[in-house]
């Protein structure tokens, strides 16, 4: 019996493997460095240039001609390795490799910490450097040390004003910010199969805020059903007990909404604790809360109001922002003020598109409120779209309960 | 071979946001980024770190995958960085820059003392007291031993 990386991986906890990496993924950050490095390695012909993705998002399109001048070069090397590239607008790394780029069962390095994310679709992936990246691109292969594994059983299901955010927050929250350094997070139970894909998406995205490897979810009907959507025909995969280094069991019905308070992601309180607080900017969207089904649940609260502070929605991928387009999700949420981005990451990491100014508070629904990170001197919460959305409605912290 | 240094003390979970900022990684100029290293945390630190040996608390550079972070620190010239325990991603691309990163518990000195290692025999010592360390990996030892990824996917 072995937890889902032991099986992936091939090994027993603990063990070092070498291991090919089926898809390996860098955005134009960490792209440019490992460009520098495959260089200085002395440009090797890549081992599978038919597996490596470079996806524009951290800072697309670009800020400043520095910026315009180091992408332009990652272009120029992409197509000379031939590397699939997405260029600006394409979307997020994370999203793109979840829209029917990462199977089941597959071992996916991204050279970018929340290259956890996939996991949700039952693969082992896991961030990386931009130096380990330039060896994958040169060997197609990397070494890994196979994880021990906390177990996360979730029963039950969530109130309607709840989201898989609130209990990835929960979650960091009581394992804390180091609590699964070097550890893999399974997620399992009926609460985890009720799940939708967004939701198994934005809990294995904040594996990494608590020092995880990676989170991973069983694939299972819902994974087969999603996949299949982008062409994929998949066999679920069997659930099996292992060994596990610590075990969590979560009632989603017990689930209230939260916040992870300035500035570490593990202090978390319940959104009541803040209620109240002024708000300049309120941010929905990054590759943990920027897909359709947020950006519903987002108009879905804001349709036919407006906005009471700078609110800022940013859609995933390009997919996400066309179905936003034709369902009508998007029209609501221009309709009720908010400022509309390119898809990408955003202002999460403070480069462009909405940084904060010095004294200002926010609400936002990505991963990270490390300080300075969103803007030097500024503070900001990390909540659900259902908090973000109640909140910038009344720009000040608002709970959620009663608006959906 | 023993490598010694003053200690500049930091506190734990220090992200790599703290060790270098977002807004200046946008060049390949390592210098900058030796320049602005722990700027956001003290700015009075990077002048410091030149021969000295960080010692941090748990979860040492947690946070984004930015390999600009062990750089900055590298190029700023500290000799090693030691913590009880490391965030992965940033062990995993100190060890890939060469820059010697060593986990040990319960070590304790004050800021400014001096902090004597030998990675290969498995020792940290400070005020007199030697501790135990936890030992790399032999692929991760062969990775700094060569100086880093680089030139151990050169030599090899």
Redesign the interface.
């Known amino acids: 019996m072995s937890t889902l990386s032991e099986r992936i991986l091939g090994g027993p906890a603990g063990s070092?493997v070498d291991r090919v990496v089926d898809r390996a993924f860098a955005h134009d950050?960490?792209g440019?460095?490992a460009m520098?490095?495959y260089r200085?390695?002395?440009n090797p012909k890549p081992a599978r240039p038919e597996t490596v993705s470079i996806i524009y998002d951290h800072?697309a399109p670009a800020n400043?001609s520095?910026?315009a001048t180091?992408q332009n070069e990652l272009r120029l090397f992409a197509a000379e390795m031939g590397f699939a590239l997405t260029d600006i607008g394409g979307g997020i790394c994370h999203q793109l490799m979840s829209e029917g780029r990462v199977l089941p069962g597959e071992v996916v390095v991204g050279?970018?910490?929340h290259?956890c994310t996939t996991g949700a679709l039952g693969a082992f992936s896991t961030?990386?450097?931009?130096?380990?990246m330039?060896?994958i691109w040169?060997e197609g292969s990397t070494?890994f040390?196979v994880p021990e594994t906390i177990s996360i059983n979730l029963t039950g299901r969530l109130p309607t004003w709840c989201e898989a955010k609130d209990i990835v927050l929960t979650v960091t929250g009581r394992i804390g910010?180091?609590g699964g350094?070097?550890r893999a997070l399974e997620y399992t139970g009926d609460g985890a199969t009720a799940l939708s894909m967004a939701g198994r998406l934005t809990l294995c995205n904040m594996a990494?805020e608590c020092?995880a490897?990676t989170g991973l979810f069983y694939a299972d009907k819902t994974t087969q059903h999603y996949l299949a959507h982008y062409g994929h025909n998949i066999q679920p995969q069997k659930v099996e007990e292992g060994t596990y280094c610590r075990e969590l069991c979560i009632d989603l019905a017990d689930a209230e909404p939260v916040l992870s308070v300035p500035h570490?992601v593990d202090t978390v309180a319940p959104v009541t604790e803040y209620a109240g607080t002024h708000l300049d900017q309120v941010f929905v969207g990054t590759c943990t809360n920027g897909r359709y089904e947020d950006l519903e649940r987002f108009a879905h609260i804001v349709r036919g109001k407006e906005v009471a502070c700078r609110t800022i929605v940013v859609p995933a991928s390009r997919a996400i922002m066309q179905q936003a387009a034709e369902t009508g999700v998007l029209t609501d949420i221009i309709a009720a003020g908010c400022v509309v981005g390119p898809p990408g990451c955003g202002p999460c990491?403070?480069?462009h598109l909405g940084v904060l100014g010095e004294g200002e508070t926010a609400l936002s629904t990505a991963n990270?409120n490390?300080?300075?990170?969103m803007g030097?001197g500024a503070k900001y919460f990390l909540g659900s779209v259902a908090t973000a959305a109640a909140s910038a409605l009344k720009g000040e912290i608002t709970s959620p309960e009663g608006a959906i | 071979m023993t490598l010694s240094g003053k200690a500049v003390c930091i506190g734990a979970d220090i992200d790599t946001d703290l060790v270098i900022a977002g807004r200046y990684l946008r060049t390949k100029d390592t210098s900058v980024w030796a320049e602005h290293v722990f700027e956001d945390l003290d700015p009075s630190l990077a002048p410091r770190l030149k021969g000295a040996v960080i010692v941090a608390g748990n979860n040492m550079g947690c946070g984004s995958s930015r390999e600009q972070a062990p750089v900055a620190i590298r190029e700023a010239g500290a000799v090693a960085v030691i913590a009880p325990s490391f965030a992965r991603i940033f062990f995993r691309n100190a060890i890939n820059v060469g820059l010697p990163v060593i986990e040990c518990d319960g070590l304790v000195c004050a800021d400014g003392s001096t902090v004597m290692f030998s990675m290969e025999e498995g020792w940290v010592e400070a005020g007199g007291i030697r501790y135990p360390i936890r030992p790399l990996s032999p692929k991760m030892q062969d990775i700094l031993s060569a100086g880093g990824l680089v030139s151990y996917w050169r030599n090899r």
């Not at chain 1, 961030?127 to 380990?132: K, Q, S």
């Open positions: 070092y950050g960490t440019v460095l520098e490095a200085q390695m002395g800072i400043t520095q910026t180091l050279a970018d910490s290259s961030g990386m450097g931009a130096t380990d330039a060896a040169a070494w040390r910010m180091d350094t070097y990494v020092g490897k570490r990491l403070g480069m990270r490390f300080k300075n990170r030097v």
